[in-house]
C-alpha cells in the first residue's frame, strides 16, 4: 500500500468518525436545547404565578400553573403551587392531591410542611399548626395571601384578636383587592362591639365585590343594629336582588318593616322566610310579635310554641311565651315559663361574660369550658365538638373536657369515641 493511499484511507476514516460522533452528540444537544426551553417556560410561568398569587389573583395563577404542569408534568415547584392555589379556590380535596403528587416528585420538604400546616388552619386544627405558620410568617418577606389568611383563621377563630387584628392589616396590605380579610375584620368588629368599624369593613369589602352577598348582608345587619332603618332596607333589598330566596335577608327586611311600622310588608317577608326555612325560629318569633300588637294571642301563642320547638334555649322566645300565655289566662304554664325564662338568663349571662373574658384572655380555660358547655347543653353539639377539641389542642388530657367530649359521644350512641375520651382523662 502506498504511503499516499495510507494517508488518504487514514483521513478519510478519520472524517467517518468524526460524522458519526457529530450524529451522536445531536440527541444530547437536542435534549439540552429542550431543557433549556422548559426551564425557560417553567421560569415565566413560575413568575407569573408568584405575581398573581401575592396579588391575591387566584383565578389568574391556577390558569398559568395548569399551563407551567402541561409543559414540565414532573415539576415539583409547579404541583406545590397547585397546592397553594387551590387551598386559596376552596378545593381542598385536590389541594391534598396536588401536594402529593409533589412530594412523590421530591418537593422540598418544608415547603410541603408549610402548604400542609395552611391546609391545617382551614380545616380548624389551629393549635397543631399554629406555631409552623407563626414562624413562616415572621421569616417571610415578600407577601403571602394565603399565609395571611391561614393565620387571621386562627387567631379570629381562636378569640386571639389583638393577633388577629394584626394579621388581618398585614393581609390587606398584601391582598388590596381581596375583600376577605375586611370581612374577617368586621367580623371582629362585630364580636369587639365595634359597630361604626364593621360598617366600614363591610363598605371596603363592597368596593372590592360589589356582589357580594356576604358583605351586603353584612353591612344589612350592622344598619339594623345600628337602627339606620332606611339604609338597612336598601342593603337587605341589594341582597335580595341578588338572591331572593336569601332567609336570612328575608328575615332581616321583615325586622325591619316591624321596626318601620309597616306590618303588612314585615310579615309578606317573614311569612316569605319561613316558607323557604320552617325552621328558622326567629322568623316564627318575629312574626308572633306582629299578631301580638294586633292582640291575636290564639295566632300568637301558635306561632311560639314552632318557635320554641325548634329553639328551646332561646330566651327572648321564652319571654314573649310567658307574655302570651299570661294574656290568654293560662296562668300556671306562665309561670313555668317564667322559671325556664330566669334560668334562660342566667346561662346566657354566663356564655356573654365568658365571651367577653376571652376577647381579653384567649387561652382562659375556664371561659373556654364555660362556653363549650353552654353548646353541648344549648343544642349545638358541633360547635361544642369543636370547641372542645380546640381546648384539648392546649390543655392536653384535661380531664373535664375528656369528661364533656365523653358524655355528648355517650348520649349520641357513639361508645367507641365515648370510651376514647375516657381514657384520655386518665393517661398513664
Known amino acids: 500500500m502506498k ?75 409547579a404541583w406545590l403551587w397547585r397546592s397553594r392555589v387551590n387551598i386559596a379556590t376552596s378545593q381542598p380535596d385536590k389541594a391534598s392531591n396536588a401536594l402529593q403528587k409533589a412530594e412523590s416528585l421530591g418537593a422540598n420538604p418544608n415547603e410541603a410542611l408549610i402548604i400542609r400546616s395552611i391546609a391545617g388552619a382551614f380545616a380548624g386544627r389551629f393549635a397543631e399548626v399554629e406555631p409552623v405558620l407563626r414562624q413562616e410568617m415572621n421569616r417571610k418577606g415578600l407577601p403571602d395571601p394565603l399565609l395571611d389568611e391561614a393565620l387571621a383563621r386562627i387567631y379570629v377563630g381562636s378569640y386571639d384578636l389583638t393577633r388577629g387584628t394584626i394579621v388581618l392589616e398585614k393581609w390587606k396590605q398584601d391582598a388590596p383587592n381581596d375583600p376577605k380579610p375586611y370581612l374577617m375584620s368586621a367580623e371582629v368588629d362585630a364580636r369587639t362591639g365595634n359597630s361604626a368599624k364593621a360598617l366600614i369593613d363591610y363598605r371596603e369589602a363592597l368596593k372590592r365585590d360589589p356582589n357580594s352577598v356576604k358583605a351586603q348582608f353584612g353591612l344589612a345587619e350592622e344598619l339594623r343594629k345600628a337602627q339606620q332603618l332606611a339604609e338597612a332596607a336598601e342593603a337587605y333589598t341589594a341582597v335580595l336582588r341578588i338572591d331572593p330566596n336569601h332567609p336570612q335577608a328575608l328575615y332581616g327586611a321583615g325586622c325591619v318593616a316591624t321596626d318601620q311600622n309597616q306590618p303588612v310588608l314585615a310579615q309578606e317577608w317573614l311569612k316569605k322566610a319561613i316558607a323557604i326555612n320552617p325552621a328558622n325560629a326567629s322568623a316564627h318569633h318575629r312574626l308572633a310579635e306582629l299578631y301580638i300588637r294586633e292582640t291575636d294571642f290564639k295566632t300568637a301563642i301558635e306561632l311560639l310554641d314552632k318557635a320554641q320547638a325548634i329553639d328551646p334555649y332561646d330566651l327572648e322566645i321564652s319571654t314573649s311565651r310567658g307574655f302570651v300565655l299570661n294574656q290568654l289566662g293560662r296562668t300556671d304554664e306562665m309561670k313555668l315559663e317564667l322559671a325556664r325564662s330566669k334560668k334562660l338568663r342566667t346561662e346566657l349571662d354566663a356564655l356573654l361574660a365568658a365571651q367577653s373574658l376571652l376577647v381579653r384572655a384567649p387561652k382562659d380555660l375556664n371561659a373556654q369550658r364555660t362556653i363549650m358547655n353552654w353548646m353541648f347543653t344549648h343544642g349545638k353539639p358541633g360547635e361544642g365538638i369543636r370547641w372542645g377539641e380546640s381546648i384539648l389542642r392546649d390543655h392536653p388530657f384535661e380531664p373535664s373536657i375528656c369528661e364533656a367530649m365523653a358524655n355528648h359521644y355517650s348520649s349520641t350512641g357513639q361508645p367507641g369515641l365515648a370510651n376514647s375520651y375516657r381514657s384520655m382523662a386518665r393517661p398513664k
Not at 9 to 38: C, D, E, H, K, Y
Request: hydrophobic share 35%; glycine share 6%; net charge negative.
Open 3 to 77: 504511503p499516499s493511499e495510507t494517508s488518504e484511507s487514514a483521513l478519510s476514516t478519520n472524517n467517518g468518525w468524526g460524522i458519526a460522533r457529530w450524529f451522536l452528540w445531536i440527541p444530547l444537544i437536542l435534549i439540552v436545547l429542550f431543557g433549556a426551553q422548559n426551564w425557560r417556560h417553567a421560569s415565566k410561568f413560575q413568575q407569573q404565578v408568584e405575581t398573581d398569587y401575592r396579588s391575591g389573583q387566584f383565578d389568574s395563577a391556577s390558569k398559568y400553573i395548569d399551563e407551567w404542569i402541561s409543559q414540565t408534568p414532573k415539576s415539583a415547584e
